[in-house]
């Protein structure tokens, strides 16, 4: 890599090649707490050659490579060098390159950043960014229409009921786009109740998804059928597919042995009834109204369902990272490389991995390790394109929709170009017109 020359940290000091060593060395060691070294962990050796020139060797051929370094978090050695990272004050008061820097942090209630003058490409537009704490939907939204704050993204109810007065339409620009996202029910693979293929395909045919895209999301998304968004390269719609069929559910939970045996509308199998609590995450209403639907569902085919929402914190270092769930309904964030390892590989179960669901299937291990290891493109179709075959029959996960990304803008902010990753990756070429300008101060 040949790093540009005259590139600074906030605080002045030069970017160099030692602190992209600093950031590969941290996040590589084994007291750094992450599940995102697998990446950085196929290096053989990385080596500084001059003060802007930094080589990597790897053992093997590694497709993600390029990408990977894309997410590594550079840190500046000068500020960090012998610091536990996980108690600095460096966390409050982050020093990074881009083009705007830290300026304030008022706990729950707002970050403020400020134009970074030396910013390598030049000078941002906006001479300020805010970011406002509101967790509430609802209250954000009444703020959006009473100048408080300037861009959200808007709730598919708000989006499809809500904007599309002419007043509203006269101050806000809204843009919708299919996100790089999709949410899921995930099964503890664990679980007596899900360890069974068939009791899966069960519930994926019992789940109506294109009622979810049209109750919850106002027809603002599409189903899932897999991890990768279906105007992608990579997405194989040749997949299985669950259309709405509780009578098949029926069927298939039948041949898994489960039967009302006693009548009381619920099925029993060895004496046990189908009953299990689905979590997610409390402030998600689109989730929560998903989960609803799911449950209903569900009863009509003789599995009683409960619901339970926990805050964000608790829920992940409480429930996902100690694997104390029976169901989930969470999403994933994806982008253009295919490369879901940390996800789907057996080797991520264990904690702090992300294969939370305990999912393991040694062809999927052999097929995420091919495809790292070949940079031929129709060879890595080929791979993912099998892998996504074998989820659609395990369904460990029923995948449920892809959301439409729905952010809205005041009209005053000229230069947003809406682009395949979304809107906000040239933000520091968005501009005011000096006659529509608001902030002086943050």
Known sequence: FYLRKGVK???GVEFTAEDVLFGFRLITDPHTPTAYAGDFLEVDRAEVLNRYTFRVHYRRPFAPALSSWGNLVVLPKHLLQGKDLTRSAFGRHPIGTGPFRFYQWRTQEKIVLEANPDYFAGRPY????VFRVIPDPATMFMELKAGGIDWMDLTPLQFARETNTP???ARFRKYKYLAFSYTYLGYNLRHPLFRDRRVRQALSYAINKQEIVEGVLFGLGVPATGPYKPDTY????NVRHYPYDPEKARELLARAGWRDTDGDGVLDK????????ILTNQGNLSRLLTAQIIQRRLSQIGLRVHIRTVEWT????EFIDKRRFEAVILGWTTGPEPDLYDVWHSSKIKPPGLNFISYANPEVDRLLEAGRRTFDRQKRKRIYDRFQEILAEDQPYTFLYVPMALPCIHRRFHGIKPAPLGISYNLERWWVPRSAQKYLVP
């Open 314 to 317: 608790a829920f992940i270092h």
């Open 270 to 277: 060895d004496g046990h009834p189908f009953e299990f609590t």
């Open 167 to 169: 007043a509203f339409r």
């Open 234 to 237: 990579w997405y194989n719609p």
């Open 126 to 129: 906006l001479n300020w960014i």
């Open 9 to 11: 940290w906030h605080d």
